[in-house]
């Protein structure tokens, strides 16, 4: 079966990085579009990066610049470097994987942004 797993969250400070990983089984990686969302309590998950099968990336408009999706196809993993940390980057952060016949996620994992 389809198996996301994210690791790498964590507690860090206020312009600290984090790295996280979604390491994907049971799909054929490489063509399918990969996506991280976050959610907060209370609130809709919201889009944050999302990378192609051809390696095209999007980007939500508050994380231009801080936060860069890319994937490794002979891993199966997407990865989200996540740089100049701020408080409201604090969130459950879910990867995605998605062609036009089917969305998989992952159980998610925790970013706190805090001093």
């Known amino acids: 079966q389809v198996q996301l797993v994210e690791s790498g969250g964590g507690l860090v400070q206020p312009g600290g990085s984090l790295r996280l990983s979604c390491a994907a089984s049971g799909i054929t990686f490489r063509m399918y579009t990969m996506v991280w969302y976050r959610q907060t309590r209370g609130n809709q998950r919201e889009l944050v990066a999302s990378i192609t099968s051809s390696g095209t990336t999007n980007y939500a408009d508050s994380v231009k610049g801080r936060l860069t999706i890319s994937r490794d196809n002979a891993k199966s993993t997407v990865y989200l470097q996540m740089d100049s940390l701020k408080p409201e980057d604090t969130a459950v952060y879910y990867c995605?994987?998605?062609?036009?016949?089917?969305?998989?996620w992952g159980q998610g994992t925790q970013v706190t942004v805090s001093s």
């Open positions: 995605n994987a998605r062609n036009p016949y089917r969305s998989n």
